[in-house]
């Protein structure tokens, strides 16, 4: 893996990391709010390789060394993250956007639902912008790593959203990474199928729904999706 790059200001474009690295500068933006470095910074990156990405406790399930194999065998290693939820496809069809922030907060719930909402309303206001109607925030039954604040076409899951809180150094504010992963290219098909095949591989009944998922490309099929990007971009920016 090639070394992380020092974080500069903030750059509307898109970066190719592998995926490691990739989890590596989301880790380093956080960082950089919690020393008090910064008080805002975005980070957009699409890896140039694959993994399925899932929580640590993954690790400690019984049949997770022979899941490990069957997944790394379809091509599809596993990474683990510092968020909660169930594992999530990293690949080329997929973009990634964190914004890290440092807020002043009031209750645990408060700041959490806030949070999701300065993530996901400016990124449905950009889907509206390229003529993307009903995005909308809400659940997605069905779809893996489900949660009350997908940035959804319909009902359907484009985004799936997550956050991490954390102390700011020598302060009582917070630092918050909220981060997105938007489906935009491949099909829904092709990724829920590695989800699902780690389900089988681990022993576990659930099984998860391609119809509870939406790819960009699907709903917008001639648009740059990289040319595109610094509007939401701009718009996460500037909300308040």
Sequence with gaps: ???????????????????EEGLALEEALLESICQGERRFG????????RALVMPRRHARLAGFPAASRALRDRGWPILFRA?????VPQC???VN????????????????????????EPW?????????EAANLGPAPGAYCDGRFNVRIGERKLVGTAQRWR????SRDMAMLAHGAMQVGETPEALVAVVNA?????????RFAAASHVALTQVLPDLDSQAALPGLLERLAEAG
């Design 1 to 19: 893996m090639s070394p992380v790059q020092p974080l500069g200001d903030i750059q509307l474009r898109l970066q190719r990391p592998s995926v």
């Design 124 to 132: 449905c206001d950009w889907l509206a912008s390229l003529g993307v």
């Design 198 to 206: 780690f389900q089988v591989a681990i022993g576990d009944p659930q």
């Design 97 to 120: 956007v964190a914004l890290a922030l440092r807020r002043e907060v009031g209750s645990a719930a408060a700041h959490l639902e806030w949070g999701y909402h300065r993530l996901g």
């Design 42 to 49: 975005l980070l957009a990156w699409s890896p140039t390789d």
């Design 83 to 87: 968020t909660g939820g169930t594992p």
């Design 167 to 170: 102390r700011v150094r020598g």
């Design 92 to 94: 080329e069809a997929v």
